[in-house]
């Protein structure tokens, strides 16, 4: 009996939270940012897009999903249901994870009227229950909430509720204060007491995963992200399958932004980007990973966007095409 209830009020609030489709989702998320702590206001947002709500309901509803997955030419793990507790170690929060997730799922299945029907209202309640839990501030754990109510709806409460809660860093990662790891982001542009004699030759590190300490490379100034990823000739499978056939920690395939293969998210650094050419930016829109005329955007093809400073990146661990598609699904609802 208890088990029933339990789940018949996680089915209700799942049916709250399916009344958001991606458009009110965005506008939550805007309203929430500015309450996000620095260190997580790009995370969160990157995170969003690497895991984007439309392309999981199109699975979800799809008679073949296998089928429909092959037409987007999605590769790598784009199934949220199998990522639960690590599809965000990037975001500071993740720290945090265990106390949030257990408090995304008390709320799903608590049998108390909700003391609001606003999503942004319900989000930040639980973070407060979070905060007061951990004894962190609030705004550390704001966007890390917002990644939990979103897995909840993408993968359904069993699921939600079924995955371990685990936090994947290592301990002297964990430990990092907010604002060590926003100082670590900063440095890098420096290049020492004779830097004017290296000229157009100055180096800078990317970063590419920053819970590991040797998960950076050099780009000479004027690079583009991929070409200096290239020049790292450790050896990457273990972390990325994808990385079978490329060079370097970034998943590459054409270097002429017409695969997808390469995309990441900027963690810091996004303004010692060169500009987003038209290229670049129609085929962004094109496969789907952000819509917008921002000129230094989160999301970048690494193929296309030249560095011209420290630059702090996060890769997704999968790729595909499916902004077309998405699009057409949302006009033929509207006819």
Request: aromatic share 8%; proline share 5%.
């Amino acid at each position: 009996m208890g088990s029933t209830m339990a789940a018949n009020e996680s089915s209700l609030f799942e049916a709250f939270l399916n009344r958001h489709d991606s458009h009110s989702w965005n506008r939550v998320l805007d309203s929430l940012l500015p309450s996000i702590h620095e260190v997580d206001r790009a995370a969160t947002r990157i995170w969003f897009a690497f895991f984007p709500l439309d392309l999981a309901l199109a699975l979800k509803e799809s008679e073949d999903p296998a089928q429909l997955a092959e037409e987007l030419l999605l590769l790598g793990k784009f199934a949220l249901k199998d990522q639960i507790d690590t599809s965000h170690a990037f975001l500071y929060g993740h720290r945090y994870w265990p106390e949030v997730k257990k408090a995304v799922a008390a709320h799903a299945s608590s049998n108390k009227a909700p003391s609001s029907l606003n999503l942004e209202a319900q989000i930040k309640e639980v973070a407060t229950a979070a905060a007061a839990s951990t004894e962190k501030d609030l705004s550390l754990l704001l966007g890390i909430t917002a990644v939990g109510f979103m897995s909840l709806q993408q993968v359904g409460a069993e699921a939600f509720s079924a995955a371990p809660g685990k936090v994947s860093l290592r301990p002297n990662v964990a430990a990092k204060s907010p604002d060590k790891v926003l100082k670590a982001r900063a440095k890098g542009d420096g290049q020492g007491i004779f830097g004017f004699l290296k000229g157009e030759q100055e180096t800078y590190p990317i970063t590419f995963d920053e819970n590991e300490s040797d998960a950076r490379f050099k780009l000479i100034r004027g690079q583009e992200l991929t070409t200096a990823a290239a020049a790292d000739a450790r050896h990457f499978t273990e972390r990325d399958p994808r990385l079978l056939g490329s060079e370097g920690p970034i998943p590459v395939q054409c270097r002429a932004a017409a695969c997808g293969t390469c995309w990441v998210g900027i963690l810091a650094g996004a303004e010692k980007l060169a500009d987003v050419d038209r290229i670049e930016g129609n085929r962004i829109k094109e496969f789907g990973y952000i819509n917008t005329d921002d000129p230094k955007p989160i999301i970048r093809l690494a193929c296309r966007a030249q560095a011209f400073g420290a630059v702090s990146l996060v890769i997704p661990p999968w790729n595909g095409v499916f902004g077309k598609y998405l699009a057409a699904r949302e006009e033929s609802k509207d006819l």
